[in-house]
């Protein structure tokens, strides 16, 4: 009952004047987990062609995209996807990723040693 509820709300989590945490639940839209994976594929995508890795990746995200559609079509939950998205883009980015951090860890200790 409480995960039906969390599947169909966003939850909120804010504080009022008086410094008291409140949670706020908002109706999802329909399609906003649709609309997150897409922009998460159109990232991931966007990386693909910066590094030049098309011709190795292209089928993997098309089928990947047709699996996506295909869900929507029957009306099946995406929420599966969201993992095999995480899959599919540790496949690609591989070790880039760590050295994404890397750089990050490095600005943010910039920043507060200055």
Same mark, same amino acid.
């Given at each position: 009952?409480?995960?039906?509820?969390?599947?169909?709300?966003?939850?909120?989590?804010?504080?009022?004047?008086?410094?008291?945490?409140?949670?706020?639940?908002?109706?999802?839209?329909?399609?906003?987990?649709?609309?997150?994976?897409?922009?998460?594929?159109?990232?991931?995508?966007?990386?693909? %062609?910066?590094?030049?890795?098309?011709? *190795?990746?292209?089928?993997? /995200?098309? #089928?990947?995209?047709? $699996? &996506? %559609?295909?869900?929507?079509?029957?009306? *099946?939950?995406?929420?599966? /996807?969201? #993992?095999?998205?995480? $899959? &599919?883009?540790?496949?690609?980015?591989?070790?880039?990723?760590?050295?994404?951090?890397?750089?990050?860890?490095?600005?943010?200790?910039?920043?507060?040693?200055?």
């Amino acid at each position: 009952m409480f995960t039906d509820y969390l599947l169909n709300y966003t939850i909120i989590k804010a504080k009022n004047d008086c410094g008291e945490e409140r949670f706020i639940a908002m109706e999802k839209e329909v399609d906003q987990d649709l609309d997150i994976l897409v922009t998460k594929c159109k990232r991931l995508l966007s990386f693909v %062609e910066s590094r030049g890795l098309q011709e *190795k990746y292209t089928q993997t /995200l098309v #089928d990947f995209g047709n $699996e &996506i %559609e295909h869900c929507v079509q029957i009306q *099946k939950s995406i929420d599966p /996807l969201f #993992d095999k998205y995480e $899959e &599919i883009k540790k496949l690609i980015k591989g070790n880039s990723m760590s050295s994404t951090h890397l750089s990050q860890d490095m600005i943010y200790e910039n920043i507060h040693l200055s």
